[in-house]
């Protein structure tokens, strides 16, 4: 799973929807993978939060102190804070809302096995290069 999310993160969008399709063949139920992705996007969402709060309090806050009081450690805090660069702020700062949308379809209008992976993958789709 936490391939998917890098992969997600990084804007691969192909290796991430080609990575699920091998999770749901596998017999994971999509129910079961949103919250396994959804907790290390989050932690990029709240990066993007402490950065921009910061800014709109007249401060700064450097990528590598959000990602350090987000949830990354070691290793992971240098990708993440490339992944983030990568991502920017206006996208990653989207990411709660985004996240809570797809928990929200997953558990409603999304509940099928079929309709659950389309909504991950349009949750992938936002994450495309530009």
């Known amino acids: 799973m936490w391939e998917i999310a890098d992969a997600v993160a990084d804007g691969r969008v192909a290796d991430a929807v080609e990575q699920l399709e091998h999770v749901f063949a596998a017999g994971e139920a999509p129910a079961a993978v949103v919250p396994q992705i959804s907790w290390s996007l989050r932690r990029f969402g709240r990066a993007a939060h402490l950065i921009l709060q910061a800014r709109?309090?007249?401060?700064?806050?450097?990528?590598?102190?959000?990602?350090g009081q987000s949830?990354?450690?070691?290793?992971?805090?240098?990708l993440a804070e490339d992944r983030l660069r990568r991502m920017g702020?206006?996208?990653?700062?989207?990411?709660p809302d985004w996240l809570l949308e797809l928990d929200l379809k997953i558990?409603?209008?999304?509940?099928?096995?079929?309709?659950?992976?389309?909504?991950?993958?349009?949750?992938?789709?936002?994450?495309?290069?530009?």
Request: aromatic share 6%; charged share 25%.
């Open 107 to 130: 558990k409603g209008t999304h509940s099928t096995p079929s309709r659950a992976i389309m909504a991950l993958e349009e949750l992938c789709l936002r994450f495309c290069k530009a």
């Open 89 to 95: 702020l206006r996208r990653a700062g989207r990411l």
């Open 71 to 78: 949830g990354f450690w070691g290793r992971d805090a240098k």
């Open 56 to 67: 709109r309090q007249g401060t700064s806050m450097s990528a590598q102190a959000a990602i």
